[in-house]
């Protein structure tokens, strides 16, 4: 399973990043795909997540309403689509993949994915 994720940068209170995740290899054929992130000193924790065979999604409740997370089935990529940021969203953000045939949108512990990326940096000044 190979994840490769792009978009993060710098961006100013208020406003908004595309994040993308590349998948390839057994990645394409996971049951679930999602979005993690950790700041500095902090545990990873879960962003969102979907369910790529009836696209059901779970969001961490603090981050719903601001974060938009899809698919691009043509391009095979999850999107994470980020609005209204606020400088405690400061983090690097992970995709994370399945596996084949198990996964949960509503596994919150990254100890459930054993799939990841290697993180892209998103930073918001004030």
């Known amino acids: 399973v190979q994840l490769v994720e792009s978009g993060g940068g710098l961006v100013q209170t208020g406003g908004s990043l595309r994040l993308s995740c590349a998948t390839s290899?057994?990645?394409?054929?996971?049951?679930?795909m999602a979005w993690f992130r950790q700041a500095p000193g902090k545990e990873r924790e879960f962003v969102a997540a979907?369910?790529?065979?009836?696209?059901?999604?779970n969001y961490a409740d603090s981050l719903r309403g601001r974060f938009t997370i899809s698919r691009d089935n043509a391009k095979n990529t999850l999107n994470l689509q980020m609005s209204r940021l606020k400088p405690e969203d400061t983090a690097v953000y992970y995709c994370?993949?399945?596996?084949?045939?198990?996964?949960?949108?509503?596994?919150?512990?990254?100890?459930?994915?054993?799939?990841w990326g290697q993180g892209t940096q998103v930073t918001v000044s004030s």
């Open positions: 290899g057994r990645g394409l054929s996971s049951a679930a």
């Open positions: 979907m369910n790529l065979i009836d696209t059901w999604i």
């Open positions: 994370a993949a399945s596996g084949p045939g198990r996964g949960s949108i509503y596994n919150t512990s990254p100890n459930k994915w054993p799939y």
